[in-house]
Structure formats: C-alpha cells, structure tokens
C-alpha cells in the first residue's frame, strides 16, 4: 500500500517525478516499495479532505460555531499533530482498487469504500486546478512581488522603533551618569589609579 502526503515545495518538481516512476513502477507490478510517505503541514491535509468530500467548509464552520470539537466520522476537521491519509492500493484479480483512510478512519470515496484506481484518478483530476502552481505560490514572471504595509507589519516596525528608542535613552543616560561621576570624584576615573 502506498501512503501519500503533499511533498515539500523545495522538492515538489523532484518528488513529483519520483512520484510517477513508482506509480508506474506499482501498477506494473516491478516496484520494490511498498509504502512512500509525504509530509504535509494541517491546512494541506484539512484542504485535501474537502478537495476529496470527506468534510465541508460549512460542517467545520457549523462545528466551531456550536463549540462541538468531538470526533464526528461525518465531519472530520482540525487536523492535529500526527494526522494521516493513507491511501492503500490493492490488487485483485486483475483490478486495481484504492482505499482512503484518514486517522485510521475508513472514508468512502465517490460513495464506495473501495474504489477502481481510474475513477480514484478521475476523482483527483476534478479537485485539481491546471495553473494551481502560478495560484498558490503566486508566481507571476512579469510582475515584481508587492511588499504591502501589513497591520502586523506596521505594528512590528513601529515597537521596534521603540525599543531603539529606549535603548538609546538609556544609553544616552548611563553615559550621562559616568560623565557625572567623573565630575564629582575624578581621581577614581584615572587609569593609573589603582584603587
């Protein structure tokens, strides 16, 4: 059975690749593995489950509004540390069938606990935007990338301002207070002096 979970952005365009040799190396087969394993962070896999009808935007929203954070099989969200999808790939009699699982949970998919391999492709290739890659890492060749004044952006430059403030307060302060000490007591400011 394979375990899948979205590769790392630094090596999507490697992972991928290696991606469709053991996928054709599987169905054929000649593949020496029998699991591989991806990571994701928990806005993946969340989006991966509506992507997939597992869960809704609505029944998560109806879920936080009603304080309701019990397990609900029919309404699984949030993921927490650790979740999984596991996505096991079978082969009897000639067919290849897929079964989806998340947190140990078998999930019906297309309404089947277990599904032919083309329709499970079939199903991935609707949630699945053709130019997601410009959409989500918002690449635009043309197009220099906006820096915008963010209101977490103008608070953080703003108390850092004034910690430099302070430290120069301060600092203008202690230089203050040596100057008057010399003043009122120079002997004891002389390097010579040993005392």
């Known amino acids: 059975f ?3 979970r979205r590769p790392p952005r630094s090596t999507q365009s490697r992972s991928s ?7 054709r190396q599987a169905i054929s087969g000649v593949s020496p593995l029998k699991w591989v394993t991806y990571s994701a962070h928990d806005v993946n896999i969340n989006l991966f489950l509506v992507s997939l009808n597992i869960t809704s935007p ?8 009603n304080k309701n954070f019990d397990f609900d099989p029919k309404c699984p969200f949030n993921s927490h540390f650790a979740s999984n999808i ?7 009699d000639g067919k290849w069938t897929v079964k989806f699982f998340y947190d140990d949970h078998q999930y019906p998919l297309a309404g089947d606990s277990e599904i032919e ?8 290739k609707g949630s699945l935007d053709p130019d997601f890659i410009p959409k989500c890492y918002n690449q635009q060749p043309d197009v220099e990338p906006r820096h915008e004044w963010t209101p977490w952006k103008i608070t953080l430059v703003v108390a850092l301002g004034w910690v430099l403030i302070g430290m120069l307060v301060l600092t203008v302060r202690a230089i203050a207070g040596l100057c008057r ?3 009122e007591n ?7 002096n040993s005392a």
């Open 17 to 23: 690749a290696a991606s469709d040799v053991y996928k």
């Open 86 to 92: 596991i996505f096991e790939l079978h082969h009897d």
């Open 186 to 192: 120079p002997s004891s400011f002389h390097p010579l």
């Open 117 to 124: 391999y083309s329709k499970f492709r079939q199903i991935l």
């Open 181 to 183: 000490m010399r003043n």
């Open 2 to 4: 394979l375990m899948i």
């Open 58 to 65: 609505e029944c998560v929203l109806e879920k936080y509004k």
